[in-house]
């Protein structure tokens, strides 16, 4: 039976692909570097200190992950100006559906858990969550499974039980090895390759129409269940 609903955030609430993909853009050309969309798109879904990681190894880098971060955090404002990552449309609306259906709701992201929140203090939709997590908190970052196992044990329910909505080849990899249902949103704004939806068990291209009857729907295929 599905009792839990877990949303990434990058790609499925906020369009911010796009602009960390740009800010990173520019922050490699200030590095002296070029800019690989083949490259960048493995980094898409998992945690900012992975790709910092990697990327001073692969380019003998002498900046520390922090330095970098804030490198590129200064372009990520330059971009957004005030108004901050602009929403996913329908997303907002399809978290206020589900809160008000029973069913428990979380945030499992590869984003630091203050930036989690400032987003979703912004979207005015914080309040309608019963656990958040952050991958900076869990030993292993998506594709491993933990981000999304440590949601499960906050909402106290099995992971059976839940159905995750990702947008990323690195978050439906993660959910499927947490034993979740996997829900792949194709965001049509993806500022890079398309991503593999090898993982999802149903692909949706936006959330207008999307509600809780229709996600019991699918998770019932995938579980097997009449």
């Known amino acids: 039976m599905l009792k839990a609903v877990i949303f990434d955030m990058d790609g499925v609430l906020i369009d911010s692909e796009p602009v960390h993909m740009e800010a990173d853009r520019k922050l490699m050309k200030e590095l002296g570097l070029s800019f690989d969309k083949n490259y960048y798109a493995q980094f898409v879904g998992s945690t900012a200190d992975y790709m910092w990681d990697k990327m001073i190894k692969d380019f003998s880098l002498s900046q520390t ?7 590129s955090d200064k372009y990520i404002k330059e971009i957004n100006g005030a108004g901050g990552y602009p929403p996913v449309p329908g997303a907002a609306e399809l978290v206020k559906r589900l809160s008000g259906e029973g069913i428990l709701l979380a945030v499992a992201s590869s984003s630091s858990m203050s930036r989690i929140r400032s987003v979703l203090d912004n979207m005015e939709i914080q309040s309608r969550f019963d656990g958040i ?9 998506k594709p491993a499974p933990d981000t999304f196992l440590k949601a499960a044990e906050l ?3 099995s992971p059976s039980e ?11 990899k993660a959910a499927k090895a947490a034993g979740m249902v996997c829900l792949g949103y194709e965001n ?4 890079i390759n398309r991503q593999n939806m090898e993982y999802a068990d ?3 291209q936006g959330f207008e129409d999307v509600d809780l ?8 295929h ?4 009449p």
Not at 65 to 71: G, K, R, T, V
Not at 213 to 220: A, C, D, G, N
């Open 65 to 71: 992950p922090a330095q970098l971060m804030a490198m």
């Open 133 to 141: 997590v952050s991958g900076t908190e869990v030993k292993h970052p």
């Open 155 to 157: 909402l106290q329910v």
């Open 162 to 172: 839940c159905l995750v909505i990702e947008d990323s080849w690195n978050g439906m």
């Open 188 to 191: 049509p704004d993806l500022g």
């Open 202 to 204: 149903y692909i949706v």
């Open 213 to 220: 009857k229709f996600l019991e729907m699918v998770y019932s």
């Open 222 to 225: 995938a579980m097997g269940e």
